[in-house]
């Protein structure tokens, strides 16, 4: 019976698939990128990401000759910037070694930054057809619901959804086949509420067939860390003060303004005088207070308080540490909530 699976499920998803603009493009430099981008990223963000990356960088040379900065202002706002990272240091192995082609062997391809089997399944079956399954959150919730698997959808299933894969992966087609599964998973085998009225493969479904198709997989519930920091806006004249964060860690490499966690019992006020000792050396002589802003991150919720902040004495300027311009903020990569500080900054 499951020898039609795939040909249902492809004849589904050539009549139902969304015109996305990775889908117009076999090139494998592209599939690649939107692979990245799509990954802890939702659809309707990648689209305008997408366009404006392959218009900036429309080629792996073009993305590997330039600098680390360029690549993660372009990515500014889509988190998790190591994957930026990777992409820019992969681009480099390529030119490199492989004359700026993705090879088709997947150890090769797996070898470099930030293939892991997702990616090298995606991108190979993707762009050349080669016969890798995939797996991803929706590929997971939808096998397991079609295998009715107990449990909660995390990589412990993915042996046994592997095996599933494998039984009915088609001979051809398989770039289609797995976006299909990763399409029915996006719009119509939901998190929530499944539409299974409208799913092409409910003959083959355990979990619909037991009527589960509700409670499968068991949710896990996710813990936000809320966090909340001060932020000071130093100025000199026309210039505001920047600096870099660490190179490794949360949102490496990218510029913010001066400041951190408070900490427990801890004022605002204090915060922010023992955050500017520390990070700079320098007292604070006087603060006021100017905006809150709130963001979102996948983990953690932050809530910063922003003060504009005069200190004994103008901070150092060094290659992490520089005053800029309110236009030239927009050369520098920075994290979101950062972003939202200078469009609050900017309509006052
Ligand atoms: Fe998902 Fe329902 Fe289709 Fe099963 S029948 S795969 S639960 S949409």
Known sequence: MLEYFAKDLSSWYAKNKRDLPWRHTKDPY????SEIMLQQ????TVVAYYERWTKVFPTVTLLARA???????QWQGLGYYNRAKNLHKA??????KYDGKLPQDPHAIRALPGFGPYTTGAVLSIAYDLPLTIIDANVRRVAMRLLALPGAADVKQDQRINVFLLKVLPKKGVGDFNQALMELGALVCRAKEP???????????QAFKIDRQEIIPQIKKKVITEIQAVIAIIREGENYYIQKRPPKGLLADLWEFPGGKIKEGESEKKALARELKEELGLQLKSSQHLFNVKHFYTQFKVHLS???CLLEALPKTDATHRWIKFKDFSKYPMPSGTAKIIEKLEKR
């Open 30 to 33: 592209n599939i690649w990128i």
């Open 91 to 96: 681009a480099n192995i390529l030119i490199d």
């Open 195 to 205: 539409v299974c009225s409208l799913c092409p493969v409910t003959k083959y479904c």
């Open 67 to 73: 600098p680390l900065q360029k690549v993660l202002k």
């Open 306 to 308: 922003v003060f504009s």
């Open 41 to 44: 990223t939702t659809v309707a």
